[in-house]
Nanobody, 122 residues
Framework: QLQLVESGGGSVQAGGSLRLSCAAS????????MGWFRQAPGKEREFVAT????????TYTDSVKGRFTISRDNAKNTVFLQMNSLKPEDTDVYYC???????????????WGQGTQVTVSS
């Protein structure tokens, strides 16, 4: 069973940066598409970014293009989300997810982490 654990969240002022990590255990990440999603209380889970198995392809939601970068290190079984120029509207709980289909839809992902809180103050 694949287990995912996010880290790196925290509080930052607008314009600042954070780097989220998603460490996997139980299986190798190299066979999985990896995604980052975010969710605010009472709202649906929202797609942020995804990366295919060999990091050749990435996709971002429009609101984070040019500010966020998804990457992966399969040798370290870890996926990253570098977040720059953060805005208050980026405040959410961020989740990493693993699946076998390259998709922006959360229901196409099979494994999820517990989430890490990101808070951006103005």
């Amino acid at each position: 069973q694949l287990q995912l654990v996010e880290s790196g969240g925290g509080s930052v002022q607008a314009g600042g940066s954070l780097r989220l990590s998603c460490a996997a255990s139980g299986r190798s990440l190299s066979s999985y598409v990896m995604g980052w999603f975010r969710q605010a209380p009472g709202k649906e889970r929202e797609f942020v970014a995804t990366i295919n198995e060999n990091a050749k392809y990435t996709t971002y939601t429009d609101s984070v293009k040019g500010r966020f970068t998804i990457s992966r290190d399969n040798a370290k079984n870890t996926v990253f989300l570098q977040m720059n120029s953060l805005k208050p509207e980026d405040t959410d709980v961020y989740y990493c997810a693993a699946g076998v289909v390259y998709s922006t839809k959360p229901d196409r992902y099979d494994y999820w982490g517990q989430g890490t809180q990101v808070t951006v103050s103005s």
